[in-house]
């Protein structure tokens, strides 16, 4: 009995050790990010953080951030309210923080829409060629024609004003410029010797889009959509303070800075002042993280950065 245990033993071990290994790698690796883009790393703390207190809002949140207090109303800030209150007598540190929530779900969500239909569509565009690239790039040209913005307001008013409608809109939006890196990933990687040697064994477009094509392709969508996330917040934002975004009572940044910029600047100035701080300070962030996974994740800039 002993001998026949006493390998299962050895076995454990070498697989707490091979855990092991792979945590201390993945450590060296946070680390050695850290040092070779400071602010990259600065960027994805604050980021988490502020995952963290979106999704934890009803937690830390004191108040209701949708409840009106009118006795309370335009109060500066102080002990009972951090941020003040707006003009229904609303905390607007609860809806800074609600609205944290409404930022990061629109970013996130419409550049997962449009990476995932601008990269499907980029790749049988790029390996395809003839007639299929040339229809898929004349609809490209007409989309970025038009201003994201503008784009986005004209799907959202035809949409209607939810939530889930301005993700919608913010991602066709986006859809075209992540399309065109797509494309361009591709028509380079299907010229590589392992997609025609797959071709030559007999493969299927499909399985050679899937197998080869698509994950050799992700690396440039996925540092641009990186990019695009803090542009999604700010077109949300944008969105919102134009009154198309968001439906009140809910709250969003862009229709707090909306009331904030209109009607209150010189007798209530925190009701911008804190919205404004919390979405510059996503939108920097992204940007960040953005720029140090470009220069990590891009060959061509390896070795670039502070050792």
Same mark, same amino acid.
């Not at 951090?82 to 419409?110: E, H, I, K, M, P």
């Not at 060629?129 to 035809?158: E, H, Y």
């Not at 925190?270 to 920097?284: D, E």
């Given at each position: 009995?002993?001998?026949?245990?006493?390998?299962?033993? =050895?076995?454990?071990?070498? #697989?707490?050790? +091979? #855990?092991?290994?792979?945590?201390?790698?993945?450590?060296?690796?946070?680390?050695?990010? $850290?040092?070779?883009?400071?602010?990259?790393? /600065?960027?994805?703390i604050?980021?988490?953080?502020?995952?963290? =207190?979106?999704? !934890?809002? @009803?937690?830390?949140?004191?108040?209701?951030?949708?409840? %009106?207090?009118?006795?309370?109303?335009?109060? @500066?800030?102080?002990r009972?309210?951090?941020?003040?209150?707006?003009?229904?007598?609303?905390?607007?540190?609860? *809806?800074? !923080?609600?609205?944290?929530?409404?930022? !990061?779900?629109?970013?996130?969500?419409?550049?997962?829409?449009? +990476?995932?239909?601008g990269?499907?569509?980029?790749?049988?565009?790029?390996?395809?060629?003839?007639?299929?690239?040339?229809?898929?790039?004349?609809?490209?040209?007409?989309? %970025?024609?038009?201003?994201?913005?503008v784009?986005?307001?004209?799907?959202?008013?035809?949409?209607g &004003?939810?939530?889930?409608?301005?993700?919608?809109?913010?991602? =066709?939006?986006?859809?075209?410029?992540?399309?065109?890196?797509?494309? +361009?990933?591709?028509?380079?990687?299907?010229?590589?010797?392992?997609?025609?040697?797959?071709?030559?064994?007999? &493969?299927?477009?499909? *399985?050679?889009?899937?197998?080869?094509?698509?994950?050799?392709?992700?690396a440039?969508?996925?540092?641009?959509?990186?990019?695009?996330?803090?542009?999604?917040?700010?077109?949300?934002? +944008?969105?919102?303070?134009?009154?198309?975004g968001?439906?009140?009572?809910? @709250?969003?940044?862009?229709?707090?800075?909306?009331?904030?910029?209109?009607?209150?600047?010189?007798?209530?100035?925190?009701?911008?002042?804190?919205?404004?701080?919390?979405?510059? %300070? $996503?939108?920097?962030?992204?940007?960040?993280?953005?720029?140090?996974?470009?220069?990590?994740?891009?060959?061509? /800039? *390896?070795?670039?950065?502070?050792?």
């Amino acid at each position: 009995m002993i001998e026949m245990n006493q390998p299962v033993g =050895i076995f454990e071990k070498e #697989e707490l050790f +091979s #855990e092991h290994q792979a945590h201390l790698r993945g450590l060296v690796t946070v680390r050695r990010f $850290a040092r070779r883009y400071p602010l990259g790393f /600065l960027g994805a703390i604050v980021l988490v953080l502020m995952i963290i =207190i979106a999704i !934890l809002a @009803p937690v830390l949140a004191p108040h209701s951030p949708v409840d %009106m207090n009118l006795p309370r109303r335009l109060e @500066p800030p102080n002990r009972t309210f951090w941020f003040g209150t707006d003009s229904f007598g609303r905390d607007v540190f609860s *809806r800074v !923080l609600y609205g944290a929530r409404v930022s !990061l779900y629109v970013g996130f969500l419409s550049v997962v829409i449009a +990476s995932v239909l601008g990269t499907l569509a980029g790749v049988v565009s790029g390996y395809k060629g003839g007639l299929v690239d040339l229809a898929i790039q004349r609809l490209v040209d007409t989309l %970025m024609g038009f201003p994201s913005l503008v784009m986005a307001m004209v799907l959202v008013v035809a949409l209607g &004003a939810a939530v889930n409608n301005v993700a919608l809109a913010i991602a =066709i939006a986006f859809t075209p410029r992540l399309l065109r890196i797509a494309r +361009s990933s591709a028509v380079s990687v299907k010229e590589e010797d392992y997609v025609m040697a797959a071709r030559a064994s007999g &493969a299927s477009n499909v *399985r050679i889009m899937l197998r080869h094509i698509l994950p050799n392709s992700l690396a440039p969508v996925f540092v641009l959509a990186t990019g695009y996330l803090g542009t999604a917040i700010v077109a949300e934002a +944008s969105l919102s303070f134009l009154g198309l975004g968001v439906p009140p009572p809910n @709250p969003a940044w862009g229709s707090m800075l909306q009331e904030g910029t209109q009607g209150y600047m010189e007798t209530a100035p925190w009701l911008a002042i804190f919205p404004g701080i919390a979405l510059s %300070m $996503a939108v920097f962030s992204f940007s960040f993280l953005g720029d140090a996974l470009r220069d990590a994740l891009d060959p061509r /800039l *390896r070795g670039t950065g502070s050792p």
